[in-house]
């Protein structure tokens, strides 16, 4: 019998695979396999790879929603975060893990200039963010459940408002005060009058409290008509104010979005700010504010009646 050669075998070989390929009754191969009857493997992101391209787009948002703000005036500077469980400033017992700023030089370091806000976020991309109130802007912080309660009133006013309601007197909520002007009442805006904003910026600080933003009373033009208030609350009184604090000169809050301790939501805007737009008077919303801490006041240990206002 004559030897098959090797090259024979090669052939015949080759042969036999093309033909189990196209199944041996010559039906083309099916496109999911190879020649070799192998699967082709497809390109598939590995866990690794999609935390990776996550955590790229969330810094990406942390850094727009960051820049916003101080495009909207607010002067920002790098605050400590949560850590393990305790505090990124490695300080044994922080009675305030993840809510203060990294330098006490805060007041002095805090500023709206985006190269210096990148260089932070480079530098620390984990860091909680402050910003400083009383010299662009102060803040008006009220219990959550009260804070819900002013803002729905408030968003009704800005409704108001924007309708054209003669004097605004809409906002009530009542009936008979809506639509009860007589003919010809001319209280309103006239033409192309410019309104004077209900509502500013809003975050959610946690769970527990909301964050109204309004002009600063801090930064009077002859310094002898600075007025000190009651409700002026500091990093070092905060317990003192139970019910609205004042965040004006000498305080600060954390900015969206910063991390809070054990709370998944952290800080986050109810109503972002926007570049360019007018911050309300603080005194158009502390009337609303007052009377709805009044109402959803916290019980303060050691007083049997509630107390909206700072206990002293």
């Known amino acids: 019998m004559e030897r098959e050669s090797r090259i024979a075998q090669w052939l015949r070989r080759r042969a036999t695979r093309a033909e189990a390929a196209r199944g041996g009754d010559g039906s083309p ?50 605050a400590a975060h949560p850590s393990g469980y305790g505090c990124s400033c490695v300080r044994i017992g922080c009675p305030t893990p993840g809510r203060h700023p990294v330098s006490f030089a805060w007041q002095t370091q805090a500023t709206t200039d985006r190269p210096q806000i990148e260089r932070w976020l480079r530098a620390e991309p984990q860091a909680n963010f402050i910003t400083a109130t009383g010299r662009a802007h102060d803040v008006l912080d009220v219990p959550a459940e009260a804070g819900y309660a002013a803002l729905a009133r408030l968003e009704e006013r800005e409704r108001a408002d924007a309708d054209g309601a003669p004097g605004g007197e809409a906002h ?45 009373r801090g930064r009077p033009e002859d310094e002898d008509e600075w007025w000190p208030c009651e409700l002026d609350s500091h990093p070092e009184t905060m317990e003192e104010h139970p019910g609205l604090r004042w965040h004006c000169r000498g305080s600060y809050v954390l900015l969206p979005p910063s991390r809070l301790p054990d709370q998944d939501e952290g800080v986050r805007w109810l109503r972002p700010p926007v570049s360019g737009a007018q911050l309300p008077e ?26 909206p206002w700072p206990a002293r």
């Not at 009936?175 to 309103?188: C, K, L, N, R, V």
């Not at 019980?299 to 049997?304: N, P």
């Open 29 to 78: 191969a099916s496109p999911a396999r190879s020649a070799y009857g192998r699967a082709p493997r497809s390109r598939r992101w590995s866990p690794r790879g999609r935390a990776a391209a996550g955590a790229g787009e969330a810094a990406e948002e942390r850094a727009d929603l960051l820049l916003t703000a101080a495009e909207a005036g607010f002067p920002l500077a790098p």
């Open 172 to 216: 009530s909520g009542d009936a008979e005060g809506a639509g009860s002007a007589p003919a010809g009442d001319d209280t309103g805006p006239g033409p192309g009058a410019a309104v004077e904003p209900v509502l500013g910026p809003v975050a959610l600080l946690g769970e527990d409290r909301m964050l109204f933003f309004t002009r600063t």
């Open 282 to 307: 603080p005194l158009t919303l502390l009337e609303t504010l007052t009377d709805a801490c009044a109402e959803y006041a916290i019980t303060v240990d050691g007083l049997e009646e509630r107390a």
